[in-house]
């Protein structure tokens, strides 16, 4: 995978987690900064094992439990998984 593919993989990333705050929150997507804990979107532990689940299913590999609650942002989420999607490639 090239850099600009890993940034661009990144970006989708950060776009489907974004929308499934939205979703989750009835927020507007505008409203979700990236950099910002979950837990101030109000998404607990029940969220974020139903969000970890519907990722798993979009993004192709088993995503820990504790990646949503460990990397708290939707930023430090997506760069993480995506690292991970890139070394898979390597």
Request: proline letters at 1%; hydrophobic letters at 40%; zero cysteines.
């Amino acid at each position: 995978m090239t850099t600009s593919a890993s940034e661009q993989r990144l970006t989708e990333i950060r776009d489907w987690l974004i929308a499934a705050v939205a979703e989750r929150t009835r927020l507007h997507r505008a409203e979700i900064q990236i950099d910002e804990p979950l837990y101030r979107y109000g998404i607990d532990s029940l969220e974020r094992v139903n969000i970890t689940y519907q990722l798993e299913r979009w993004i192709g590999f088993e995503v820990d439990e504790s990646t949503l609650a460990d990397l708290e942002s939707i930023d430090d989420v997506a760069t993480h998984l995506a690292s991970i999607e890139f070394a898979s490639k390597r």
